[in-house]
Structure formats: structure tokens, C-alpha cells
T-cell receptor, first 114, second 117 residues
Framework: DAGITQSPRHKVTETGTPVTLRCHQT?????MYWYRQDPGHGLRLIHY???????DKGEVSDGYSVSRSKTEDFLLTLESATSSQTSVYFC?????????????FGPGTRLTVT | AQSVAQPEDQVNVAEGNPLTVKCTYS??????LFWYVQYPNRGLQFLLK??????LVKGSYGFEAEFNKSQTSFHLKKPSALVSDSALYFC???????????????FGSGTQLTVLP
């Protein structure tokens, strides 16, 4: 999985609780992404980062925040989890050194909000 | 609006037969197109891409895809399917997203391919 780890891999939490998902990469890539995967929707971009402390919103960013204090770590936070945020969350990196544009994905985190 | 569509939720094919997974796109300017595969409980794996050049692109595991500008399509193909090809396949296009200023990947809804022995 392209040197990307995600933690935790599975989590069950209650509505209204805060949740933080971690993405860690070992290859010093500048661009990192958070997606959610839901049946019938494919993958949808939540937030992305183009460097330390540089982040921007994706198409489904409401209810989510991110932080990137180190190149290797990109955190996704659900400030107050809702049942609609039950999903599988994927982190990805993009290698821009050869301008090939494809992204490489981590193994995913399955989040259930009860 | 810029988007990508996979018109078939499910494709079934017999082992040894050719397979096609369809993808159409709508994007301003020249499209950058990608195919990814997802096996159960795994992340997405990159298969192939079209940026420019030959319309027939070859990728991993014997897959290829044909870019057709007039039909705005980028169908994934394989001459002889294997049972191990059974997986979820996603088409993606690099495009502007509505909430940002940068071009990002927009994914189709996915096609479940089942290869029957």
C-alpha cells in the first residue's frame, strides 16, 4: 500500500463523540488526501494537503477538519460524529516528482457511528 | 459539471472470455483518466492512466484501456478474464472540484466485476 498506514483500521464510536483518524506516510510526499467511500458514490474527496500546514477543502468537507503538522502525518477529525459519517475512509498520496498525477492509497479505516 | 460515469454496477463474465468495464467522462479541456482496482478490504490500486499519446493504454495485470475522445469514453478491457480479476473497479478523471481551485481526482461509482469459473 505504497508506504501508507492508517490508524485505527476499525473504529466504532457513538454519535456526538470526537474521532481522529491518522494517516502516516514514509516517503516524504508533499500531497496527501482524505476520501470517504460509500456504496453508489465511489470515493469522494473530503480534504487534501499540499504541504505542512497547507490544506484545502474537498467536495464533502462539512463536519470534518484536518491538520498536517509534519510531512508524514495527515490527521482527519470528526469534531462530533454523526451516523451519516459511517463510512470507509481512505488516505492517499500523490507523487508529483515525475508529474504522473496518479494517487496511491492506504488500506482504509472502517468507521461506524452508532 | 465535470464528472465520470460508470453505467454498469455489475459485470459478469466467464473465465477466459474478454471483459470490458465501461467509463464515460465529462470534463473541460483535455482529460487525465485513470483506472483503479479494489480487492475486498483493501485500498485502491492503480491500474493504468491516459494523459496523452496513444489512445490504447496498457497497464498492470494484462489490463488495457482505450481512450475515445469523440465518444468521451475510457473503457477498461482484458482479452482473457481470470477468476482473480474479480474485484471492484473505479474510473477516475483529474478535474477541477467545485469547492477548490486545484484539479483533483473525481471517481465514478464503481463497477463490480465477477469472473465466473
Amino acid at each position: 500500500d505504497a508506504g501508507i498506514t492508517q490508524s485505527p483500521r476499525h473504529k466504532v464510536t457513538e454519535t456526538g463523540t470526537p474521532v481522529t483518524l491518522r494517516c502516516h506516510q514514509t516517503e516524504n510526499h508533499r500531497y496527501m488526501y482524505w476520501y470517504r467511500q460509500d456504496p453508489g458514490h465511489g470515493l469522494r474527496l473530503i480534504h487534501y494537503s499540499y504541504g505542512v500546514k497547507d490544506t484545502d477543502k474537498g467536495e464533502v468537507s462539512d463536519g470534518y477538519s484536518v491538520s498536517r503538522s509534519k510531512t508524514e502525518d495527515f490527521l482527519l477529525t470528526l469534531e462530533s460524529a454523526t451516523s451519516s459519517q459511517t463510512s470507509v475512509y481512505f488516505c492517499a498520496i500523490k507523487n508529483v516528482q515525475d508529474m504522473t498525477y496518479e494517487q496511491y492509497f492506504g488500506p482504509g479505516t472502517r468507521l461506524t457511528v452508532t | 459539471a465535470q464528472s465520470v460515469a460508470q453505467p454498469e454496477d455489475q459485470v459478469n463474465v466467464a473465465e477466459g472470455n474478454p471483459l470490458t468495464v465501461k467509463c464515460t467522462y465529462s470534463v473541460s479541456g483535455n482529460p487525465y483518466l485513470f483506472w483503479y482496482v479494489q480487492y475486498p478490504n483493501r485500498g485502491l490500486q492503480f491500474l493504468l492512466k491516459y494523459i496523452t499519446g496513444d489512445n490504447l493504454v496498457k497497464g498492470s495485470y494484462g489490463f488495457e484501456a482505450e481512450f475515445n475522445k469523440s465518444q468521451t469514453s475510457f473503457h477498461l478491457k482484458k482479452p482473457s478474464a481470470l477468476v482473480s480479476d474479480s474485484a471492484l473497479y473505479f474510473c477516475a478523471v483529474r478535474a477541477l472540484i467545485s469547492s477548490g481551485s486545484a484539479r483533483q481526482l473525481t471517481f465514478g461509482s464503481g463497477t463490480q466485476l465477477t469472473v465466473l469459473p
